[in-house]
C-alpha cells in the first residue's frame, strides 16, 4: 500500500484554491483521519499564475496524460466545470482504473449512468458530493444514511442567486432588474445569467437528486423548468398579505409516478424552506420511516465547495485504505414512469386585471368551474383606471388542481372580452406541512 495517497487535480480555479488550501491546513488532521496523507501530485493547468500564487509550479501540466500515467495518483479530482473536456478526462480516469472526484453537476446530471458504468468496470470510485449543494452533504446523506428509506419527496432551494434575487426583491420591494443587478455586483451572478435565474442549474441539480432518491434515471431533459423572470415585486407583496413567501423550488416526488420541476411557488411562511434567505441552500427530504428532515447551508462559494470535495477525496482515500473501493456504484436500478408534465398536480396563485362591472367575477368562475378547477379565495386587491375604462386586480387562490385543467381554463379566460390581463400565474406549494 502506497504510504501516500496521491491527487491529480484538473484545474485550481476558485474551488481548486480551495481545495489546496483545506489539502495544506488541514493536512495534519486529514492524516490521522485516513490513515495516510493526502498530497496533489500534479496539476492540469494552463494558467501559471495560478500555480506560481500557490506555490505549486513544479506540480504544474498542460498535458492530461501527465496525470494518467502517474502512478502514484490514485485520485483524479475534477473541477474544470463544463461537458468538455470534463466528460473525456473522466471516463478515461476511470478506465484506468483512478478514482474520481468532481463538482461538475452539468457532467454528472447527463452523463452520471456512463460514468458509474466506466467506474463499475474497474472498481473505482466516483464520488460528486459537492454537484449539488456545495458544502451541504446531502449527497452521501440520501445514498447511505436514508438508504433505508423509502424517499416520497425531495424539495430543495438549491440556486443561492435566484434565493438571493428574491431575497432582495421581498425585503426591499425592488424590481427584478435591480435584484439582479445587486445579484451581479456582490458576486453571486455570471455576466450572463441565465443558467440560473431561467432554472437551468436548479434542474440539472434536481435531476441528480431525483436519481439517487428514487433509483430511477433522471436526466436535465425530464425536468419541468420554470424561471423566476416573471416574479414581481407586488406578487411578492400579495403573496406575503396571504401569509406566504415566493421562492424558486426544485421538487421531486414519486407518488405512483416520478414528477421532476423547478418553477416559482408560493410557500407558507412556516414551512422550513420559507426561512431561508439570500445565497443559502436548503434541501428538504421525506422518507416513509425517517420521516420530514431538511440540509441547510451555504450551496455555493470557494471553501464550501471544496469542504465537500475533499470530503469526498477522504473518503475515497479511507476506501483506498481498507481494499473497499467500488463499494457505491449506480443506484438507478429502476425504470420508473415519469409523469407528463399536464398531469402535476397543484394549488395556483393567479393574478389578473379585468373590467370592474357586474358578472365579471361570475364569468371567470364560470370558466374555471368547466373546467374542474375549484377556487379557494378571490380577492380584489385594487381598481385601475385604463383608458378611461374602470378595472380591477384580482388575486385568486384555487385548490389542489391538475396543470392541464388550469391552462385550459386559463386560455379561455385570456380570450374572454372582460379580461385584459393574467399578470402572472405561480404554483402554491408546501402541502407536506400541511
Not at 162 to 171: A, F, S
Request: hydrophobic content about 40%.
Amino acid at each position: 500500500m502506497p504510504e501516500v495517497i496521491g491527487i491529480g487535480l484538473l484545474g485550481v480555479g476558485t474551488v481548486g484554491s480551495g481545495v489546496v488550501k483545506i489539502l495544506r491546513d488541514n493536512a495534519s488532521q486529514i492524516a490521522q483521519r485516513v490513515g495516510k496523507r493526502v498530497e496533489i501530485k500534479r496539476i492540469l493547468e494552463n494558467n501559471e499564475s495560478k500555480l506560481r500564487s500557490l506555490g505549486l509550479t513544479e506540480q504544474g501540466t498542460n498535458r492530461y496524460e501527465d496525470l494518467l500515467e502517474d502512478p502514484s495518483i490514485q485520485i483524479i479530482v475534477e473541477l474544470l466545470g463544463g461537458i468538455e473536456p470534463a466528460r473525456t478526462y473522466l471516463l478515461e480516469a476511470l478506465g484506468r482504473g483512478k478514482h474520481v472526484v468532481t463538482a461538475n453537476k452539468d457532467v454528472v446530471a447527463t452523463y452520471g449512468k456512463e460514468l458509474f458504468a466506466a467506474a463499475d468496470a474497474t472498481k473505482s470510485d466516483f464520488y460528486f458530493e459537492a454537484s449539488v449543494g456545495g458544502g451541504i452533504p446531502v449527497i452521501r446523506v440520501l445514498k447511505e444514511s436514508l438508504a433505508a428509506n423509502q424517499i416520497q419527496a425531495v424539495i430543495g432551494i438549491v440556486n443561492g442567486t435566484t434565493n438571493y434575487i428574491l431575497t432582495r426583491m421581498g425585503e426591499e420591494g425592488i424590481e427584478f432588474d435591480a435584484a439582479l443587478c445587486a445579484a451581479k455586483d456582490a458576486g453571486y451572478a455570471e455576466a450572463d445569467p441565465s443558467a440560473d435565474i431561467e432554472g437551468f442549474d436548479a434542474a440539472r441539480k434536481i435531476a441528480i437528486l431525483a436519481s439517487i432518491a428514487f433509483n430511477t434515471r433522471i436526466t436535465p431533459n425530464d425536468v419541468f423548468i420554470e424561471g423566476i423572470t416573471r416574479i414581481t415585486p407586488r406578487d411578492i407583496s400579495y403573496a406575503q398579505e396571504l401569509g406566504y413567501v415566493i421562492k424558486l423550488l426544485a421538487i421531486a416526488r414519486e407518488q405512483d409516478e416520478v414528477e421532476v420541476r423547478v418553477h416559482p411557488a408560493l410557500v407558507p411562511e412556516n414551512h422550513p424552506l420559507a426561512a431561508v434567505q439570500g445565497v443559502f441552500n436548503a434541501i428538504y427530504v421525506q422518507g416513509n420511516a425517517v420521516g420530514e428532515t431538511m440540509f441547510y447551508g451555504q450551496g455555493a462559494g470557494q471553501m464550501a465547495t471544496a469542504s465537500a470535495v475533499v470530503g469526498d477525496v477522504m473518503e475515497i482515500a479511507r476506501n483506498i485504505e481498507t481494499g473497499s473501493t467500488g463499494r457505491f456504484s449506480c443506484t438507478c436500478f429502476y425504470t420508473k414512469k415519469l409523469r407528463p408534465w399536464g398531469q402535476f398536480h397543484s394549488k395556483y396563485y393567479i393574478r389578473l386585471v379585468v373590467k370592474d362591472q357586474p358578472g365579471a367575477l361570475a364569468s371567470i368562475a364560470g370558466v374555471f368551474g368547466n373546467n374542474r378547477v375549484s377556487l379557494g379565495s378571490v380577492i380584489q386587491k385594487r381598481t385601475l383606471n385604463m383608458a378611461g375604462i374602470s378595472m380591477a386586480e384580482l388575486v385568486l387562490i384555487t385548490h389542489d388542481v391538475m396543470e392541464q385543467d388550469i391552462q385550459d381554463a386559463l386560455t379561455v379566460i385570456k380570450g374572454l372580452s372582460i379580461v385584459s390581463s393574467v399578470e402572472n400565474v405561480i404554483r402554491v406549494e408546501g402541502g407536506e406541512q400541511g
